[in-house]
């Protein structure tokens, strides 16, 4: 096996229908991984599927019920989970609705811990020294400085999925198990769809990211390879901001 390579793998990655996920998904497909996306959306997991050539599986990761589809769904080994379904929510501090922070907590916080726990028989199963199982959660730059939005819950929960991912990695390493966090900085998702949809604003924020571009899907889904690959092998408990040098 070649120091990149993820050839074989099997790779879940929820929210894997569109935006960062899709990135991700698109990236383990190409390089030769067994690859499931799980969303809430029937149609639109489906469609996605079938254009990537991977595996839809339809689930509200939200629920008992939806996280228990997802890992019966895969069948044996699992060799990297990616936690990415996610959500965000802004509004002048005044009117910041309280369920809210409760909506982003359940999905963007206990949503990675209780999946990571359910499939951990699986990863388990893949896991060896030479070639631990990982865990990659997808968590933000919002999570590691203060963003200019007032999306409040969003940054605590990152902040939040972030310390999770250290805690986490702690005390999965004896059982050959990494897990590591990516926190993306600006991307073309939905999230960010109100800003980048428009080319002012799309430019200006463009021209605040030190190598003066908007990430790309390769971007995105290069970062997450080299964590499932022999090359990442020894990381574990990192946090990588993949932002155009924004957190620098």
């Known amino acids: 096996m070649t120091l990149f390579s993820v050839e074989g793998k099997t790779v879940v990655v929820t929210g894997g229908s569109r935006g960062i996920g899709r990135m991700i998904a698109s990236g383990f497909v190409a390089a030769g991984a067994n690859v499931y996306i799980s969303a809430r959306k029937t149609a639109e997991v489906e469609k996605t599927a079938a254009e990537l050539g991977c595996v839809a599986v339809p689930a509200d990761l939200s629920t008992s019920d939806g996280v228990a589809a997802l890992v019966d769904a895969v069948g044996g080994p699992l060799h990297v989970l990616v936690n990415n379904a996610g959500a965000t ?23 990675v811990f209780h999946l990571t726990r359910q499939f951990l028989p699986r990863l388990r199963e893949a896991a060896s020294a030479d070639d631990p199982a990982r865990v990659i959660n997808i968590g ?109």
């Open 89 to 111: 929510w802004g509004a002048p501090l005044e009117e910041y609705p309280e369920h809210a922070f409760d909506k982003l907590w359940d999905i963007n916080v206990k949503g």
């Open 140 to 248: 933000s730059i919002d999570g590691l400085r203060v963003p200019a939005l007032p999306s409040y819950a969003y940054s605590s929960t990152k902040s939040a999925v972030h310390m999770l991912t250290r805690h986490l990695a702690r005390h999965l390493a004896d059982q050959h198990i990494t897990v590591n966090a990516i926190a993306p900085g600006p991307f073309e998702s939905k999230m960010m769809a109100f800003a980048l949809d428009d080319p002012d604003t799309r430019q200006i924020i463009a021209s605040n990211v030190p190598l003066g571009r908007i990430g790309r899907p390769d971007d995105m889904a290069g970062a997450a390879i080299f964590l499932a690959s022999r090359a990442g092998a020894y990381l574990t408990g990192t946090i990588i901001p993949v932002d155009g040098g924004i957190s620098c």
